[in-house]
């Protein structure tokens, strides 16, 4: 996912992506890949999409970041 940095959370939205259509992950599959409750799993994942709408809103409001961004990755 571009924007996502850290490859933990890059792991965390593939994984509920890939989750979504069965109706999220079960708990047994979410413990032993991220050591984390499903609930702490849900919340980690909404804490990632927010974090990543609040760049994407910050980037439409001040293009420049965005160019910055580009030339420092």
């Known amino acids: 996912m571009p924007g996502i ?14 989750w979504a259509p069965y109706g999220g992950p079960p708990a047994d599959e979410v413990l032993p890949e991220f050591g984390l409750t499903r609930e702490q799993l849900v919340a980690r994942y909404h804490q990632i999409l927010d974090a990543e709408a609040l760049r994407r809103a910050e980037e439409l409001r001040q293009p420049w970041l965005r160019i910055r961004r580009a030339r420092t990755q």
Do not use: G, L, N, Q
Not at 5 to 18: C, K, L
């Open 5 to 18: 940095a850290d490859r933990y959370e890059h792991d965390i939205v593939t994984f509920m992506r890939s």
